[in-house]
């Protein structure tokens, strides 16, 4: 969630509650002297005021009509324009802002069970540099799979920045704040179909995932997320190797009684090995990327159902069948990473109390036509590192032009491990971090 600045002071609503930022966004919203100011925290130097506005009964925020390119492009309140959809890999139809500073998702796969995918097709951005001397070519996606919904989420919910400070960071509040601002297909509202882990930081999340499943119940399918050790992850996918069921821990009981409410996901015997094919797809090289201390997210797409109850006394059950699943793993701090490189440099990066951020488009970065694997923030300016890792032709071609442009136009701002070639403590040694 976002930081703001209300009346001079900084307010990060990732450290409050909800009846908190409630509370504070509704003394705004009723100051009859119009002395109380909210700033956007995205550019505190530009002093871009927000309005507070009322949807039934609750209060959030939007931008001054006319700011919206102004924010920094990570920004809830950033307008999109072709060429800032195309920082994140895609195009105007596959994400859009709307009037209300939401952001309008198109998913490639379909949300209700009686829709057929819709075609995913690539084009490409090209990007020109500032003087229009150079252009760089990106491939843009015209939707956003299940995996990058999740990496939008996770970015949106700042779970892509370790901070040393903030210890112990709790993601189930930060994911249910970004997603009331995320849409998806047919204007259905992220927020209101998410089933998230029933011992999630407060009692009410039993009581929100069965509201989830009965809206849901056939209308569309519920979008669910946990997660769960690397072990696990693996002891997981023999369970679904093997056909045999899997369920997470999403079950729960509300109020005192007992079964009330009772909510599964879980991936049932006959989807069991369609669900193994795609994960292992996804992830062919999982046992070697992911080891040590590393967790996964598990994120996708489930179907819901009803059990009838026997008799009045009882209510009905709802269950959800587990239709799609995407894995993404990241580090005990929650950080995504994407090989077991990076993995390594985090976990270094982490132990010697950095701020890092694992950007996920190039919004991060000082140059379009760069995308660095990390960007270390306790340095000023920030320093991009480039965590090379293989040596296919292709890739061997871009690493030479981006370490051309780096060296040419930023010296001292970007460090690199060549991790086909040396150790991390090599690299380490050869050229020290520069320090914060
Ligand atoms: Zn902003």
Same mark, same amino acid.
């Given at each position: 969630m976002a930081k703001y600045i209300i009346n001079g002071e900084s307010a +990060?609503? =990732?450290?409050?509650s909800g009846s908190e930022i409630q509370r504070t966004l509704g003394k705004h919203h009723e100051d *009859?002297?119009?002395k109380s100011t909210i700033h956007c925290g $995205? @550019?505190? =130097? &530009? *002093?871009?005021v927000l309005h507070t506005f009322n949807r039934n009964g609750k209060f959030y925020l939007r931008k001054t009509s006319g700011t919206g390119e102004t924010h *920094?492009?990570? $920004? @809830? #309140?950033r307008s999109l324009n072709a060429e800032t959809a195309a920082f994140f890999g895609y195009s105007l139809e596959a994400i859009r802002t709307d009037d209300n500073d939401n952001l309008v998702i198109s998913l !490639?796969?379909?949300? *209700? @069970?009686s829709q057929t995918a819709p075609s995913l097709t690539q084009t490409s951005h090209t990007f020109k540099s500032n003087d229009g001397k150079c252009t760089t070519a990106r491939k843009i996606s015209n939707r956003v799979t299940e995996l990058g919904a999740l990496r939008l989420l996770w970015a949106r919910a700042n779970l892509t920045s370790h901070e040393p400070?903030?210890?112990?960071? &709790?993601?189930w509040s930060a994911i249910r704040g970004a997603a009331k601002f995320l849409k998806l297909n047919h204007g259905l509202e992220l927020s209101k179909m998410l089933l998230l882990p #029933?011992? !999630? /930081? +407060? /009692?009410k999340q039993g009581g929100r995932n069965w509201y989830a499943l009965k809206n849901a119940i056939n209308k569309h399918y519920v979008i669910y997320i946990d997660i769960i050790d690397g072990d696990e992850y693996k002891s997981m996918l023999v369970t679904l190797a093997a056909k045999q069921p899997y369920v997470f821990s999403h079950s729960t009981k509300i109020g005192?009684?007992?079964? @009330?409410f009772k909510v599964k996901v879980g991936v049932y015997k006959e989807e069991a090995m369609d669900i193994y094919n795609n994960l292992t797809h996804q992830f062919p090289n999982f046992s070697s990327q992911v080891k040590d201390n590393a967790k996964v997210v598990v994120f996708g797409r489930a179907e819901v159902c009803v059990m009838k109850a026997d008799s009045k006394e009882q209510s009905d059950t709802y269950y959800s069948k587990v239709r799609s699943m995407v894995a993404m793993p990241v580090t005990s701090q929650l950080i995504p990473f994407e090989s077991s490189y990076e993995h390594q440099l985090a976990n270094h990066l982490v132990n010697a109390g950095r701020h890092y951020e694992k950007p996920f !488009? !190039?919004? =991060?970065?000082? /140059? /379009?036509r760069l995308f660095p694997d990390?960007?270390?923030? +306790?340095c000023s300016p920030p320093v991009m590192i480039e965590v090379y890792g293989m040596n296919t032709e292709v890739y061997l071609a871009r690493k030479k032009e981006k370490r051309a442009i780096y060296a040419a136009e930023y010296p001292g701002q970007y460090w690199e491990w060549h991790a086909d070639r040396e150790t991390l403590q090599d690299a380490l040694q050869r050229q020290q971090l520069p320090a914060p």
């Open positions: +990060d609503f =990732a450290t409050l *009859k002297t119009k $995205c @550019r505190p =130097a &530009e *002093k871009l *920094k492009i990570g $920004c @809830r #309140h !490639s796969v379909p949300l *209700k @069970r400070t903030i210890l112990n960071k &709790e993601p #029933h011992f !999630s /930081d +407060d /009692d005192g009684t007992t079964n @009330r !488009s !190039s919004e =991060a970065s000082i /140059d /379009d990390f960007i270390l923030q +306790d």
